[in-house]
């Protein structure tokens, strides 16, 4: 079954480092996704892309954050400067279209210290 | 606009049967219904669109009342695989404006089933 792959599955960086997670969605998905799930707490919606360009994005999603798919298979999420508040597990996620059910990759830990 | 999850916790023995609620005070698009086990990704169970929808596969299922405001998961008799943290995800964008790209989830039910 196609699935969504998240790498790293771990990432420990300091504060004011920037990271890049990158995910690979189902080849013929056309809708990506990042969510994230601070510890025990719900899954928060942080932006969607669509035909190359972000179509939603939340207020957690701020200057800090940016999203990139540079070569058609690879979606990326990068935070410029990190906060402690930023420590949380990252999910990628992709849909084949809008109602769709969405297949999640299995997360990017991250943890600001 | 968060939807309401209830019960926040439910505990079953193996053979039992759950529902678990998601409620919002205003019409939703859709209502999409996922499980995460700890420590893994939530996964999609089933979406339901339309006022009055019913849809399941095996021994789960769920339903969309009327009013779209309403959903409820049936877990009928449990199996120790159905132990999970239950979301559901709401889109909260007007009927009329066609839904969008985003959900937003409920905090959880978090269904433990024994032996």
């Known amino acids: 079954e196609p699935e969504v792959t998240q790498t790293p599955s771990h990432q420990v960086t300091q504060m004011g480092q920037e990271v890049i997670l990158r995910c690979v969605p189902i080849s013929n998905h056309l809708y990506f996704y990042w969510y994230r799930q601070i510890l025990g707490q719900k899954v928060e919606f942080l932006v969607s892309f669509y035909n190359n360009e972000i179509s939603e994005k939340s207020e957690i999603f701020d200057d800090q954050f940016s999203v990139e798919r540079p070569d058609g298979s690879n979606f990326t999420l990068k935070i410029r400067s990190t906060k402690l508040e930023d420590s949380a597990m990252y999910f990628c996620a992709s849909s084949g279209q809008v109602n769709y059910g969405y297949t999640f990759g299995s997360g990017t830990r991250l943890t600001v210290v | 606009q968060q939807p309401v999850q209830s019960p926040q916790a439910v505990i079953l023995r193996e053979g039992e049967d759950a529902v678990i609620n998601c409620s919002s005070s205003?019409?939703?698009?859709?209502v999409h219904w996922y499980r995460q086990k700890h420590g893994e990704a939530p996964v999609f169970l089933m979406i339901l669109l339309k006022g009055g929808e019913q849809k399941g596969h095996d021994k789960i299922s769920a339903s969309f009342n009327e009013k779209k405001q309403q959903s409820s998961l049936y877990l009928t008799a449990s199996q120790l695989s159905y132990s999970g943290t239950y979301f559901c995800?709401?889109?909260?964008?007007?009927?009329?404006?066609?839904?969008?790209?985003?959900?937003?989830f409920g905090k959880g039910t978090k269904l433990t089933v024994n032996p």
């Open positions: 205003k019409a939703l698009y859709s």
């Open positions: 995800g709401t889109d909260p964008q007007a009927i009329t404006q066609g839904g969008s790209e985003k959900l937003v």
